[in-house]
């Protein structure tokens, strides 16, 4: 597992303990010198990660930021549509993107990854 993460590394650095998960590689905006949705962060990431696009599977919670740079380099693509009772909220911005998979939580993803 990787992260992609439109943050400094001091930030993400101060979270990365809650995330009680150990990633083989964690590329930060700081690091890409480009915050997404540049292409330069996720081919930074492809660069790292050394394997062939079409055999990644990018979660992201933004169609702008994630899903459409993700599809646009060949990787599948999950987006995770967390309800909000406020529109708008955090870093969303309207777009339009077919994702390969559609979740509402993270959960739920690891539970449709489960079924056979």
């Given at each position: 597992?990787?992260?992609?993460?439109?943050?400094?590394?001091?930030?993400?650095?101060?979270?990365?303990?809650?995330?009680?998960?150990?990633?083989?590689?964690?590329?930060t905006?700081?690091?890409?010198?480009?915050?997404?949705?540049?292409?330069?962060?996720?081919?930074?990431?492809?660069?790292?990660?050394?394997?062939?696009?079409?055999?990644?599977?990018?979660?992201?919670?933004?169609?702008?930021?994630?899903?459409?740079?993700?599809?646009?380099?060949?990787?599948?693509?999950?987006?995770?549509?967390?309800?909000?009772?406020?529109?708008g909220?955090?870093?969303?911005?309207?777009?339009?993107?077919?994702?390969?998979?559609?979740?509402?939580?993270?959960?739920?993803?690891?539970?449709?990854?489960?079924?056979?």
């Amino acid at each position: 597992m990787a992260i992609i993460s439109n943050v400094d590394d001091d930030l993400f650095a101060a979270t990365r303990p809650q995330l009680e998960v150990d990633f083989e590689q964690i590329i930060t905006a700081q690091q890409a010198r480009a915050y997404k949705p540049s292409l330069k962060i996720f081919e930074l990431a492809l660069s790292r990660i050394d394997v062939p696009a079409h055999r990644i599977l990018h979660v992201g919670q933004s169609l702008y930021h994630d899903v459409i740079p993700a599809q646009s380099l060949g990787l599948a693509t999950v987006w995770v549509n967390r309800p909000s009772a406020r529109t708008g909220v955090g870093a969303v911005k309207a777009a339009e993107a077919h994702p390969d998979l559609q979740v509402s939580s993270l959960a739920e993803l690891a539970t449709a990854c489960a079924q056979p």
